[in-house]
């Protein structure tokens, strides 16, 4: 099975980055596969962030965090990266990191995300 476990999350003033984490441990990913990052805030459903093929080069974001957000992949290492910069007190959320086969997680649906990270928190203040 895939584990996954984010690290990077802090609290930060608006306007200002964080880099967040995600290692896969106990999986090689491989061209099909897709990771992403999601969100979820109290109260809220979960949203998806942005999205990579794995040891590809395409990759999405949600609109609201398009030019400001960027996802990468260290494949060597297995691990993927979400670069968060100008951020928002709305970007405020638990950021968890989740792998599928599935296109529709590619496309930021959670509800096709077939493994998940347990998740690191983030906050802006204004």
């Known amino acids: 099975q895939v584990h996954l476990m984010e690290s990077g999350g802090d609290s930060v003033q608006s306007g200002g980055s964080l880099e967040l984490s995600c290692i896969a441990s106990t999986y090689s990913p491989s061209s099909g596969t897709y990771i992403g990052w999601f969100r979820q805030a109290p109260g809220k459903e979960r949203e998806g962030v942005a999205a990579?093929?794995?040891?590809?080069?395409?990759?999405h974001y949600a609109d609201s965090v398009t030019g400001r957000f960027t996802i990468t992949q260290d494949n060597a290492n297995n691990t993927v990266y979400l670069q968060m910069n100008s951020l928002k007190p709305e970007d405020t959320a638990r950021y968890y990191c989740g792998a599928s086969a599935d296109y529709r997680a590619y496309r930021l649906d959670h509800r096709y995300v077939n493994y998940w990270g347990q998740g690191t928190q983030v906050t802006v203040s204004s």
């Open positions: 990579i093929v794995a040891r590809g080069h395409s990759t």
